[in-house]
């Protein structure tokens, strides 16, 4: 179920990606706490979260653009913030 392009009341258009994301926050807070409860490490918890609304389980994301493109978001956070902690 792809996400279209909102046009907003200003004309100003949403970018689908945008949704997305907010999906995929949504769904890793979520399986996050669920985890937390359960006493398991967080990371796990995004990994499942990932599966679960990836193209193989429920499909919300599913083209495959959209998956590269919040991949490629996802790797320079990862890097951000090992170099937050770097010396």
Request: zero cysteines; a negative charge.
């Amino acid at each position: 179920m792809p996400l279209t392009t909102i046009t907003l009341a200003a004309g100003a258009t949403v970018n689908p990606l945008m949704g997305e994301l907010v999906i995929i926050l949504i769904t890793a807070g979520l399986v996050s706490l669920l985890f937390q409860k359960l006493k398991l490490s967080a990371i796990p918890a995004d990994l499942v979260a990932g599966a679960l609304i990836g193209p193989s389980l429920f499909g919300v994301i599913a083209t495959d653009e959209h998956v590269a493109s919040i991949s490629q978001l996802a790797i320079v956070l990862l890097m951000f913030g090992i170099g937050l902690h770097m010396d």
